[in-house]
């Protein structure tokens, strides 16, 4: 299955283990709750999975790379400890805790919470005085004497025999007291995740001409040339803060991230081209309803590679204006629920200024106990954080209570202003975008690319659904994203039912 499918397949794997009676007590005995083991190649985004299962699940996460410890770690150090038994005394070899097991008491404390993943990476690739522990845990779900706390899933990961000379072979046994996921790359599935992190759009238009590149093992005299989806990944986050900066990005550079020669040389070649298409064409012009004659003349001309690049242009330009309009929708909306709120509580208390200042601090505290939990992404903090000080500014002095809501109301009036103002901004230059790409007669592949990639952005479809624009639905419909696909593939059904029944 594709990395998407097994982040999926871990989350009902929570909701089944931690599936709870009522008494509180799980319904699935630890005994029965099979690890799981994730098996696939280097750098398709394993311990990235890990980490949005538990945050979407809320629960705890600790995380390991196994082949960074020792027996002793693992385990726990060996102590003498005096017991008696049958009338006489005995020195009996025990274990202190084990680092791992220790690390997630500590994460329950450190976060409040009870259950979560204990997540060990490499696990097929531990040293050889590690790996009977190794497969004892798997086995039994202890390291030495103390055992994993119940609520907490055991998942592990692994490379196949191909990519690691290390690896060692699990047994029978073992086998058969785990899950064992198959995880393969999937360039599609990738895409969709590194358009809603907004990766850097140079290598995602450069990937959607040369997908092959997107994940290469190979071994040639050199040794082994790679390039993986976290190699694109971190690249993005070094190319952008290299562009902030006015600093080149040679082949050399590409290398270090990309480590197949060939795709290195051509990535960096790409990324020059970008840049000029990106002057020469001027997209902020474009998006803006400005478009120079020469620009049409020049589109014309172009051959597919360079009018695929533009469209990734386009693209980019958009998701800026889409993404500042999600962000303020979030804002307003977390607002709107925190005024709903408060005015239900005017009706409990005789304080209207304190009444606020108590909702707003329970605010306050949820997010420094998510943030503490691991419970929220980068950009989540900052939306709840612009809330909090919009919260700050918008706070009533009226004892009044129908005064003081009113006064409240004021700040979020003008929040909804900020939201209105960055759709209609987003909904213009969408239009735009459409009016330049008809003009140039870009209504073939690189219209399906276009609205393909509309369709997987978070952000743009939560847009488009809020604001439904006809030039994107009829494309879609058109170009076999929407119903005209369902309309064929059912008169294919039917043509084949028709040519089996002769």
Known sequence: MNIRQAKEEIKHTVKAYLAKDTEGGYLMPTVRQRPILLMGPPGIGKTQIMEQAARECGIGLVSYTITHHTRQSAVGLPVIREKEFLGSRYSVTEYTMSEIIASVYEKMEETGLREGILFLDEVNCVSETLAPAMLQFLQCKTFGNQAVPGGWLIVAAGNPPEYNRSVREFDTVTLDRVR?????????????????????????????????????????????????????????????????QGLPVSAEIAYEYLHQKEVAEDVAAYLDLYRKYQDDYGIS?????????????????????????????????????????????????????????????????????????RRRGALLRELEEKERGGLLEKEDVRLRRRVLSLLKDGKPNAENKEEAFLQARECFARQRERLEASEAAAGEALSFAFDFM?????????????????????????????????????????????????????????????????
């Open 180 to 244: 064992c996921i198959e995880v393969e790359p999937d360039y599609r599935v990738w895409r969709g995740y590194a358009r809603n992190r907004e990766a850097h759009g140079a290598l995602l238009s450069y990937l959607e001409l040369r997908p092959k590149n997107f994940y290469r093992i190979e071994a040639d005299v050199d040794g082994m040339q790679y390039v993986t989806a976290r190699g694109w990944e971190d690249f993005s986050y070094l190319l952008k803060r290299y562009e902030e």
């Open 285 to 357: 012009g474009i998006l803006s309803g400005r478009v120079k004659p020469a620009v049409y003349a020049r589109v014309y001309a172009a051959g597919f590679d360079e009018r695929l690049s533009v469209v990734h242009l386009l693209l980019d330009g958009l998701m800026q204006y889409f993404s500042a309009a999600s962000f303020e929708r979030g804002v307003t909306d977390s607002y709107f629920a925190f005024l709903k709120g408060y005015q239900a509580g005017l009706a409990q208390t005789e304080d209207p200024a304190e009444e606020y200042v």
């Open 438 to 502: 008809e003009e140039a007669s870009m209504q073939g592949e690189e219209m399906v690319v276009f609205v393909t990639e509309l369709a997987v952005s978070r952000d743009a479809a939560a847009f488009l659904a809020e604001h439904p624009c006809a030039r994107y639905q009829a494309y879609s419909s058109e170009l076999l994203i929407g119903t005209r696909k369902g309309e064929l593939l059912s008169e294919i059904r039917k043509e084949e039912t028709r040519c089996g029944g002769i």
